[in-house]
T-cell receptor
Framework: GQNIDQPTEMTATEGAIVQINCTYQ??????LFWYQQHAGEAPTFLSY????GLEEKGRFSSFLSRSKGYSYLLLKELQMKDSASYLC?????????FGKGTRLHILP | EPEVTQTPSHQVTQMGQEVILRCVPI?????FYWYRQILGQKVEFLVS????????KSEIFDDQFSVERPDGSNFTLKIRSTKLEDSAMYFC?????????????????FGPGTRLLVL
């Protein structure tokens, strides 16, 4: 089976840095996605990690450790528009399994 | 920037009726997907489609569901006899198969979704 865990909610302050963790257990693993989803909207792609290590894309970075079944999404210089749910999703074969998402609240 | 489109944006139907949800994937993409998200819950994989056939499906995707690519552009999800619990947002997604390119270049683009309400 598969299991993906991430915190339900987090709160951070505008301008700060926040790290959203995700742990997973799955048979068969291709890579790990992070998506952003604003309420009532479709998920939008943020990152896809296949290899261990950190990938940086502007204010967002994503890290993967395959041996530990662990990933995190790092958001820097938080802006109010970053208030959203962040979805960790595991890719295996031709299927993508989503976690329940972490709702991030940004305080001014 | 190219995008995935879906129609209709909203659909209300009576229990037991058939519905067809339509998607136009990005034109050079070869993998297509359907997901659903019940209000307040996580995004759930339904089915993936490649080379005119289903490549993977979940336990949710039972005999009531079917997918089709009737022409070169549309990708449809049919629910034969809707149930109350089929009420959800249905997202279509597509991705480009990148032969010979490391998998870390792969991205999957979602459409805006169809909100289905079964009464």
């Amino acid at each position: 089976g598969q299991n993906i865990d991430q915190p339900t909610e987090m709160t951070a302050t505008e301008g700060a840095i926040v790290q959203i963790n995700c742990t997973y257990q799955t048979s068969g693993f291709n890579g790990l996605f992070w998506y952003q989803q604003h309420a009532g909207e479709a998920p939008t792609f943020l990152s896809y990690n296949v290899l261990d290590g950190l990938e940086e894309k502007g204010r967002f970075s994503s890290f993967l450790s395959r041996s530990k079944g662990y990933s995190y999404l790092l958001l820097k210089e938080l802006q109010m528009k970053d208030s959203a749910s962040y979805l960790c999703a595991v890719s295996r074969d031709d299927k993508i399994i989503f976690g329940k998402g972490t709702r991030l609240h940004i305080l001014p | 920037e190219p995008e995935v489109t879906q129609t209709p944006s909203h659909q209300v139907t009576q229990m037991g009726q058939e519905v067809i949800l339509r998607c136009v994937p990005i034109s050079n993409h070869l993998y297509f997907y359907w997901y659903r998200q019940i209000l307040g819950q996580k995004v759930e994989f339904l089915v993936s489609f490649y080379n005119n056939e289903i490549s993977e499906k979940s336990e949710i995707f039972d005999d009531q569901f079917s997918v089709e690519r009737p022409d070169g552009s549309n990708f449809t999800l049919k629910i034969r006899s809707t149930k109350l619990e089929d009420s959800a947002m249905y997202f279509c997604a597509s991705s480009e198969e990148l032969r010979g390119v490391p998998k870390n270049q792969e991205t999957q683009y979602f459409g805006p979704g169809t909100r289905l309400l079964v009464l």
